[in-house]
């Protein structure tokens, strides 16, 4: 088996999990992205991030899937493998996607080992609150990221759509329960995902563990957004908790057409775009076809 591991050139920056709880003891914002390619992942390299979901967003934002459910493992696999190939400093984490670790105990920690072995993952992140779950893959040696509030894979079917979770007391402290047990299961981090800002700062405090949140506010240890959102590639829906730093899908069909306009008007290729022959073998080769006739 060929594993995707990219050389680390920098051990001392390399972001590892004491790294992390350091991080929240200090205070210091953790910045996270999700990247699913070599180039993307480079640039979240190159930015300084601190963490890199492999994420099953992708389902939706590169493979075109009308939701994440869709993606499989093995779709999962060659996007963790490739986001692995640009990183040197941050924690890549793999995600569990729908239907890979919900069965048996077994059944997540193989799927858990595949993005770590094949796909090069350093951790895992699953949705949902199952801690039992959580303990297991940990106990299979493989540190766990928990996901609360939205879960995309099930509440977008089960709750009709993206809504914001835990608005009401009883949901709100069923989420602190939930993030708590987590926690005492083992997890190194949670993903707190489209709750309110003052639940998400709650659930914060209480934990030991990081937080990191994606329309949770600004009271969670850190933030996470897709890539393909804050870059303005993905552009069938922007969340309200979306903050678009680029306009590349804009750019990207503007290049395009600037090269079919160029294609049409015949200003493309021109002879900067040419590689050359010598004269004299361009002779001979004329002379060969006048030959043959
Ligand atoms: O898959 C993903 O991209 C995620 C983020 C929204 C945190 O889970």
Not at 31 to 49: F, K, L
Not at 120 to 131: I, L, Q, R, T, Y
Request: with cysteine.
């Amino acid at each position: 088996m060929i594993v995707a591991y990219a050389p680390f050139e920098d051990t001392d920056r390399k972001v590892t999990l004491p790294v992390l709880a350091q991080k929240k003891r200090h205070q210091e914002p953790i910045v996270m992205v999700t990247a699913y390619d070599w180039p993307s992942s480079q640039a979240a390299e190159e930015a300084g991030v601190d963490l890199v979901l492999a994420g099953d967003t992708a389902a939706m934002t590169v493979l075109g899937y009308p939701a994440t459910a869709p993606v499989t493992l093995e779709e999962m696999l060659v996007l963790t493998k490739a986001a692995r190939r640009g990183l040197h400093t941050p924690l890549l984490i793999g995600d569990l996607p729908f239907g890979s670790y919900e069965r048996s105990h077994e059944q997540a920690i193989a799927s858990a080992q595949r993005l770590v072995k094949e796909g090069g993952a350093d951790v895992v992140k699953f949705e949902g609150p199952s801690a039992e779950r959580a303990a297991a893959i940990i106990s299979a040696g493989i540190p766990v990221m928990g996901h609360l509030g939205l879960t995309p894979q099930t509440t977008t079917a089960l709750g009709g759509g993206f809504r914001a979770q835990a608005r009401t007391a009883a949901a709100a402290r069923a989420l602190l329960d939930d993030a708590l047990a987590l926690e005492a299961a083992g997890c190194f981090a949670l993903v707190l995902e489209a709750v309110p800002a003052e639940v998400a700062a709650v659930v914060t405090e209480h934990l030991r563990i990081p937080t990191i949140g994606i329309g949770a506010g600004p009271g969670t240890d850190g933030q996470v957004l897709v890539l393909n959102d804050l870059l303005g590639i993905f552009e069938e829906f922007k969340p309200r908790f979306v903050k678009r730093y680029a306009q590349l899908r804009r750019d990207m069909v503007g290049a395009i057409s600037a090269f079919a306009d160029d294609i049409r008007a015949r200003r493309f290729p021109t002879g900067e775009h040419c590689y050359t022959i010598d004269q004299g073998e361009l002779e001979e080769f004329l002379a060969s076809l006048a030959a043959d006739v």
